[in-house]
T-cell receptor
Framework: SQQGEEDPQALSIQEGENATMNCSYK?????LQWYRQNSGRGLVHLILIRSNEREKHSGRLRVTLDTSKKSSSLLITASRAADTASYFCATDTGRRALTFGSGTRLQVQP | NAGVMQNPRHLVRRRGQEARLRCSPMKGHSHVYWYRQLPEEGLKFMVYLQKENIIDESGMPKERFSAEFPKEGPSILRIQQVVRGDSAAYFC??????????????FGPGTRLTVT
């Protein structure tokens, strides 16, 4: 699989539930970033976690990073219908060019 | 503070024509990146530029594609003799000049190219 691969590919939950998305990668990284993309729109930066960090919070978002397993997770708590979007992880190996996975499509049912 | 601007938002070209996509980075940002996104896929890196310099073009197809970021004006991604397979969304991102190794990239709304 490619660098920055998300799992699951698609996720459907009810409003108020938590959503967890996972990302695995293959090579060493400087940092890992999560982005959101609404259908047909550009990407919105959510959170950046550096390779020496293990957990980061931003509002209802919680990101963890396990460099020994080369994996990261994004948790969205108390989801809302407006959270419906595709979520991508992107890794920076130091080249400044980001490598994106194919994304998790999240559907939050009202 | 305007974000990254891209134009046009939608571009239709016939096979064999040229496509020019423009990107104006955020104010104060001197690094520009171009990515391509095919339907239902993630973004694929194409090229990274600073003013008047191409830093990394490892993701650019060897033929027909070129990019520039002149001293004055926007960055341009140019596709010559377009083919149907070039149909995609092209995103530009920018980041500030920083001595650190970690930074955020700010993305524009994208240009959706359709080749008929």
């Amino acid at each position: 699989s490619q660098q920055g691969e998300e799992d699951p590919q698609a996720l459907s939950i009810q409003e108020g539930e938590n959503a967890t998305m996972n990302c695995s990668y293959k090579t060493s990284i400087n940092n890992l970033q999560w982005y959101r993309q609404n259908s047909g729109r550009g990407l919105v930066h959510l959170i950046l976690i550096r390779s020496n960090e293990r957990e980061k919070h931003s509002g209802r978002l919680r990101v963890t990073l396990d460099t020994s397993k080369k994996s990261s997770s994004l948790l969205i708590t108390a989801s809302r219908a407006a959270d419906t979007a595709s979520y991508f992880c992107a890794t920076d190996t130091g080249r400044r060019a980001l490598t994106f996975g194919s994304g998790t499509r999240l559907q939050v049912q009202p | 503070n305007a974000g990254v601007m891209q134009n046009p938002r939608h571009l239709v070209r016939r096979r064999g024509q040229e496509a020019r996509l423009r990107c104006s980075p955020m104010k104060g940002h001197s690094h520009v990146y171009w990515y391509r996104q095919l339907p239902e896929e993630g973004l694929k890196f194409m090229v990274y530029l600073q003013k008047e310099n191409i830093i990394d073009e490892s993701g650019m197809p060897k033929e027909r594609f070129s990019a520039e970021f002149p001293k004055e004006g926007p960055s341009i991604l140019r596709i010559q003799q377009v083919v149907r397979g070039d149909s995609a969304a092209y995103f530009c991102a920018s980041s500030p000049l920083t001595s650190g190794s970690s930074y955020e990239q700010y993305f524009g709304p994208g240009t959706r190219l359709t080749v008929t």
